[in-house]
């Protein structure tokens, strides 16, 4: 079994397919259109860009390039956490990037190095994709953990003002927004862990397939991946939540709701 | 009484943390075992932005406070919290019956010491002319009053040293607000054990009955009113009300 191999006309073929969510926003004034073709020119240039760019690092294969190429997606992935949500606060970015770097690369070093013990240890073929899909699952975690926990404090304040005017410590106080929060940034990755493989055939899986491998084989690393990625979005959640709590609340069991902004209003300063 | 205040604020000031802004000037202020101050002054004047100064719940530009002589340390926070009780204007009330609120507390580590005791609360309830019925109650169906009665037991029952009272029956009707009364003075005549409050008032009569020594506080500044308050000070309040308003503590503006 080979790859059909696909020109540029036959990609060209598919994009003529955003035409459909083009009229749908039209015909239903959805006034995305505009939104539309940005997103789908960033597709085909993101994509394009990153073929060669992967083509180019699998074919230096040095871990002087590799390396900081995973630097800059843990980067990427981390501004791109922190813009969520209505409301923010100053280090938030800070915190975002920190937890998605920390999980992101240890659970990627745990299933590079312990499960898979890829050679050498930056081996781009496997390190690229795989720390990249758990970057890509982190960031949803973070982004929403952090933006469930801004917003539970704000509609809470009354409530968390209570409880420390009653003698609760900090963490006594921040606990149920915080607990939510987490919830709320694991939940994505359990309904995808619930439905893999019976409603979705995962990316990877498919493209395994595609490129001739055993199904069997490749479910086998679709599981790996599947864990990787619970691991690094529940520790990525968690860590988030927990920087954010310590920005919000100081050590004299204060909550510091000042430093909760609506992101508009820090944009015009 | 000892000559050694309950709580002893010493020139504690506090800006807006965003706009630099002084909202209460270096204020000094002790308050003593068996004292009943009431403060008044135009809405914006700075009153709750010295409450909570007072509680600790805000961080402080400078000064600092002490309880019973000492300087009140990070660790000792939650205790002296539990000691010195703050209520606020709006209620906070949790999900759940009243009964679920008033346990509240002793979920709380600050409180290990001490067990939920529902003769307790209903007594308390009772003297707010509330039947035992009420502790059963759901927290969606509580009227306002009923909720800022629920808080305050909420409080009382952990019978704390000092109450600081934030317009606790500003939107209240005029039952509620006895009730309100009512419950402050049982707690402030109970036993030998210390107690002051510090009550902040719209309503001058109210300041009057709840009440000693008297403040006003105007523009962040705290001063002793030597006269009892008379109808004059409500009339000016409200004259300066409206021009108050825009600088705000931040408190009042976010609720």
């Known amino acids: 079994m080979s790859l059909q191999n696909l020109s540029l006309w036959d990609v060209a073929l598919a994009a003529l397919l955003i035409v459909v969510n083009g009229a749908l926003s039209v015909a239903l004034k959805l006034d995305l259109a505009r939104k539309l073709a940005w997103a789908a020119v960033r597709t085909v240039v993101q994509l394009l860009a990153i073929g060669y760019v992967l083509g180019w690092v699998f074919q230096y294969d040095r871990w002087f390039v590799v390396l900081p190429l995973m630097v800059v997606m843990t980067l990427i992935a981390g501004f791109a956490g922190a813009q969520r949500g209505t409301r923010t606060y100053a280090g938030q970015r800070e915190d975002s990037v920190l937890s998605i770097w920390a999980s992101s690369w240890l659970v990627a070093a745990v299933g590079l190095f312990i499960v898979i013990r890829i050679h050498p240890w930056y081996e781009p073929q496997y390190a690229i994709p795989i720390l990249g899909m758990i970057l890509g699952n982190t960031l949803t975690g973070v982004s929403l953990g952090i933006e469930r926990m801004t917003e539970e404090l704000t509609a809470r304040r009354d409530r968390v003002d209570m409880a420390l005017a009653l003698g609760a410590t900090r963490w006594e106080a921040a606990q149920e927004p915080a607990r939510q929060a987490v919830r709320a940034g694991m939940i994505p990755t359990l309904n995808q862990m619930a439905v893999v493989g019976v409603v979705s055939l995962p990316g990877m899986m498919t493209g395994q397939v595609l490129a001739g491998q055993s199904p069997l084989l490749a479910v086998r690393y679709q599981i790996v991946i599947m864990f990787l990625i619970a691991a690094a979005s529940a520790l990525g959640t968690v860590g988030a939540v927990l920087l954010t709590y310590r920005r919000l609340f100081s050590a004299e069991h204060r909550f510091l709701a000042s430093r909760l902004v609506e992101r508009a209003t820090l944009a015009r300063r | ?255």
């Open chain 2, 1 to 255: 009484m000892t000559d050694i205040p309950l709580v002893d604020a010493k020139d504690i000031a506090r800006r807006d943390p965003l706009t630099g802004q002084m909202l209460l000037q270096p204020t000094r202020f002790a308050l003593h075992a068996g004292d009943r101050v009431a403060i008044t002054g135009p809405s914006g004047s700075g009153k709750s932005v010295f409450m909570r100064a007072l509680a600790l719940l805000d961080p402080l530009d400078s000064g600092h406070i002490s309880w019973h002589g000492k300087r009140v340390e990070r660790t000792a926070i939650p205790r002296y919290r539990r000691n010195v009780a703050y209520i606020r204007q709006r209620p906070a009330i949790l999900d759940g019956t009243v009964e679920d609120n008033l346990r509240y507390p002793f979920t709380l580590k600050a409180y290990r010491d001490v067990r939920f005791d529902r003769a307790r609360a209903a007594s308390l309830a009772a003297e707010a002319g509330r039947g035992e019925s009420f502790l059963d109650k759901r927290a969606s169906e509580l009227s306002g009053g009923e909720a800022q009665i629920a808080a305050l037991i909420r409080v009382l029952q952990l019978a704390p040293e000092v109450l600081l009272l934030d317009e606790p029956t500003a939107s209240l009707d005029p039952e509620s607000s006895r009730a309100i009364e009512g419950l402050v003075h049982a707690w402030f005549d109970v036993g030998d054990a210390p107690r002051a409050s510090v009550w902040v008032s719209h309503d001058p009569a109210q300041a009057r009955r709840m009440s000693q020594r008297h403040l006003t506080m105007r523009a962040g500044v705290l001063d002793e009113q030597a006269a009892p308050f008379e109808a004059a000070p409500c009339a000016r309040e409200i004259a300066g009300g409206g021009a108050a308003t825009t600088r705000d503590g931040g408190q009042e503006r976010t609720q």
